[in-house]
C-alpha cells in the first residue's frame, strides 16, 4: 500500500488525539506533523505514551510542514477551520475539517448558529459533507471533506432509512440525544467540571444547538423534502459516547416489515452500522472506544422509534474523519478503523 503523507492541526484536543493515535497506525499514512500551540516543543511520545518521534508544532510551523503533505486534517475549532482551509486548498492540498465550519451549505445560517459571518463561500460550495454511510460516493472524489458533528451523525443515521424510504411523516420528527462530556472539547468551565456533571442530566442549548441546522440539512436532503426537526441535546455524566432517540410518526399502511427492510438495505453493506434487534440492545457500552454504529428501531401502529449510539470521539469525529481520508484514497473503507 503506498502511504499518502498527511498531517494534523490541533492535534492535542480530545477529537486530535484520537486521530493522532488512529492515523500512526494507519498502513495508508505517514504522519508527517502535529500541532498544539499550547505543547510547542514537546513529542507526541512524552504527551501521549504512542510510539512516535514527532515534535508537537505552533499553527505557522506546521502550515510550512504541510508543504510536504497531500492532505490535512483539521481538528480546530470553527473559527481556526475558517482561515486554515482557503490557504491550504490554495496550495492544492485536500482537506478533512473536523469542525462546522464548512457543513451548512447556507451561509446565513452561520452567524444564529455559530455566532460568525462566513467568509470563505467558495470553499463552503466546495465542500462535501463526509457521511460516508450516506455520501460516500461524493467523499471519494472531494477535495475539501466537512467531517459531520458527532450529534449530526448519530441522529442522520438513525432515521435517514425512514426518510429516504418515505415511511414517516417528514414534519412529525423529534430527536433527543446525550452525550458525554467529551463532546464539549477541553473546556475549563465550571458547566463541566467534575462537581458540576456528575450524578446529574441536563438538556443544553435547547433549540439553538449548532448541530440542528446540520441535521436538518442532512435529513432534508435524504427526504427530499424539507424536513421539520424538534432536537435536544443534553450532558451525560460520563466522558464519552452518544445515545439518540428519534420518534417520528409512520405514513399510513407503513408495516414494521418495510421498516425492517428500509435498515437494511441502507445499512446492510455498511461495515461500520450494526443493526440490533430492537431499540433495548443499543447501549453506549457497546460503542465505547470503537468506529462502530449501533441502530435499533421498533414500531407501534402509528410511531416508529429509532435509537442509535456512537462514540462521540470516534464515529462523531476521529474515526469518521479517517472514514472520509480512506474513502478519498481509495482505500478500504475499514482501513486502519479495525
Known sequence: MQQVTVGIVGASGYSGLELTRLLLRHPGARLAFVTSDRWVGQTVAERTGLASDLTYLGVEA??????ACQLVFLATPAESSLTLVPPLRARGLRVVDLSGSFRLQDASLYPRYYRFEHPAPAQL?????GLPELFGDQVRQAALVANPGCYATAAALSVAPLLRGGLVDPQTLVINAASGVSGAGRKATEDYT??????DFRAYKTLSHQHLPEIRQTLSRVAGV????VFTPHLLPMKRGILSTAVARLTPGTSAAQVAE????LYGACPLVRLQASPDAVRIAEVVNTPRTLLGVQVDERHVVAISAIDNLLKGAASQAVQNFNLM?????TEGLA
Open 194 to 199: 467534575f462537581m458540576e456533571v456528575d450524578a
Open 125 to 129: 460550495r466546495e465542500a462535501v459533507y
Open 329 to 333: 484514497q481509495g482505500f478500504a473503507e
Open 62 to 67: 506546521g502550515l510550512e510542514a504541510a508543504a
Open 226 to 229: 424539507d424536513v421539520a426537526l
Open 262 to 265: 428500509a435498515y437494511r438495505g
